[in-house]
């Protein structure tokens, strides 16, 4: 769908690309192999000071490790993603672009980046799966909870998901919003695309991954579906799950972002963002709006469900948020939120 050169369609093209409908993965990056930014002044050396072993989770799915080396000018991945990223610092881009890292093989000014925290806590990149250049999402394993205690995981959560459906061809995505409560002893339920219902829509339980010491595994009806992961703890947590689901017709895979579901307060100010179309998105966020290439877009909080914020660019488009005091920020959309009316769009990131 082509984009209409109307003010709401600034925001459909960073929240939405087009008009809501997003590859279901990224670009593989490509351009300028000095790492010169698009104005032609060279870019400077990237500075990333985390030296902690990362846990990576692309967006269709599987983890990984990560480390970033030489001072943040590296960053390799191993386990079950792949490549190595060179990174430089494009000081010329406009705010927060400047604190993050490109790919010196990418072009500047559309290539995915990234970004950790301040803190080193949550961090964004991308990587290669099935030879196709994804975001990613980078976790400090000494922020990451123990599995030996399952209570970590207790509460409700505020639910993003992204997935990826091999059952048909081609492959479908969507994008879905959820409510999951989970007690002390790791039994989870889930309300799809509805904040209670009388029926969960899923029902399973959290166990210890074998062989790992923060991983954890989400089973459902006798099978590992996914494999997830709390940083943090308290209202600043973040439950990060990676799915691998083969209980249905085909394989589902993919990434969920969680938060406590809390009233939609996001800390204010500007996020670096990869997406599903292989870009980098600039977002200032606020309690009651979003400020994309320089337009201000009126947010509705709380709607569909307690912690998700709303927006809707000209096409009918609905954009669901979520965030937390951590510094995260995750945004996507899929009209219905089911397979046949995607693909999904789906982006993830953080304040530097």
């Not at 990362?54 to 000018?73: E, H, K, R």
Request: with cysteine; glycine share 12%; charged share 5%.
């Amino acid at each position: 769908m082509k984009l209409h050169i109307v003010v709401a369609s600034l925001f459909a093209l960073a929240l939405s690309a087009c008009g809501g409908n997003g590859s279901n993965t990224a670009s593989t990056n490509s351009g300028n192999s000095s790492g010169d930014n698009s104005n032609g002044t060279a870019a400077t050396t990237c500075t990333i000071a985390n030296i902690h072993p990362l846990i990576a989770v692309a967006l269709t799915g599987g983890a990984g490790t990560a480390q970033f080396s030489n001072g943040g000018t590296t960053l390799a991945y191993s386990g079950n993603l792949s490549g190595t990223l060179s990174l430089v610092q494009d000081a010329n881009a406009p705010a927060p672009l400047n604190k993050a890292c490109m790919d010196s093989t990418g072009n500047s000014s559309t290539s995915m980046r990234t970004v950790m925290q301040s803190n080193g806590a949550l961090g964004v990149s991308h990587t290669v799966v099935n030879g196709a250049d994804q975001p990613a999402f980078l976790m400090d394993t000494t922020a990451l909870a123990s599995n030996t205690n399952l209570g970590a995981l207790q509460g409700t959560y505020t639910v993003l998901r992204y997935q990826h459906d091999t059952g048909s061809t081609p492959a479908q995505t969507r994008m879905s919003y959820a409510t999951i409560t989970i007690d002390n002893l790791g039994n989870w339920s889930t309300c799809k695309n509805t904040s209670t219902c009388s029926t969960a829509t899923a029902t399973g339980t959290f166990a210890a991954h074998s062989g790992s010491s923060y991983a954890f595994d989400l089973s459902s009806g006798g099978l590992v579906r996914a494999t997830a992961f709390m940083v943090g703890a308290g209202a600043n947590s973040t439950m990060v799950v990676t799915e691998n689901d083969t209980g249905g017709g085909g394989i589902v895979t993919g990434m969920w972002l969680g938060v406590p579901q809390a009233a939609w307060n996001p800390l204010a100010g500007s996020y670096v963002l990869n997406t599903t179309d292989g870009i980098q998105n600039p977002l200032t966020a606020s309690q009651q709006n979003l400020i994309v290439k320089s337009q201000n877009i009126p947010l509705t909080a709380n709607t569909p469900i307690t912690g998700i914020a709303t927006a809707s660019v000209s096409d009918g488009t609905i954009n669901y948020l979520i965030s937390s005091p951590a510094g995260l920020l995750v945004t996507g959309n899929n009209s219905g939120n089911n397979f046949a009316n995607g693909p999904a769009y789906f982006s993830f990131g953080v304040m530097p």
